[in-house]
DNA sequence: CTATTATTTAGACATTTGTCTAACTATCTA
DNA sequence: TAGATAGTTAGACAAATGTCTAAATAATAG
């Protein structure tokens, strides 16, 4: 889970998964939507790709990346089991003692 | 939203959220369970507190930390949008031609 | 085989992050 | 008021992060 945290703790990477639900696409044609360079791009593609969330296929010269959303399913349950153990309490701080 | 992520990219501040869900604690009681002072936990908190995870209330001289899972609705929904939106596609990387 | 194109790897560098110690503020208690 | 307790703020520092340039790898085209 901390890959998947780490990886999409970036504005830039969250903006190339967003652009991956469209279709599939080249590291080119990703790096091509950014004003950053392509080892940056390159960069920001390994750590999404060692989280799960895209799987890369080299296709003659070209490697396409495609979304893995499979992975969110563990972080969307993590989050979803805060909203259902909200426990609105408000025990005293100290203890058991109440003062 | 970027502060959301920040604040859940670490393994301390997630497990504070964790101890959390069972009922408010203060700040002294989080940092016991935890192998680190207490200004780096106070630290966490505030990083938890600007991402509006937690909330602050100062009694006496305590100060007792609530989980508030408002926010979380914002990823929750982000992430969802992943899994409904899976194209499953495999266009050409070159663009728009279809060969 | 050479040149070109697509992409990654390596290394450098500034910024951010997590942690610590020391000092500060505020509340409670004797 | 003095001392103890709860918590934060300030500053330092090492480690992690994001970005860049330069060079390497690999496939394609002439």
Known sequence: MNALFKALNDPTRRQILDLLRTGDLTAGDIADQFAM??????????????????????????????????????????????KGSSVHNSSPPGGATER
């Open 37 to 82: 360079t392509k080892p940056s791009i390159s960069h920001h593609l390994d750590l999404l790709r060692q989280a799960g969330l895209v799987d890369s296929v080299k296709e003659g010269q070209f490697i396409r990346y495609t979304l893995n959303t499979t992975v969110l399913d563990e972080m969307l349950s993590w989050l979803l089991s805060f």
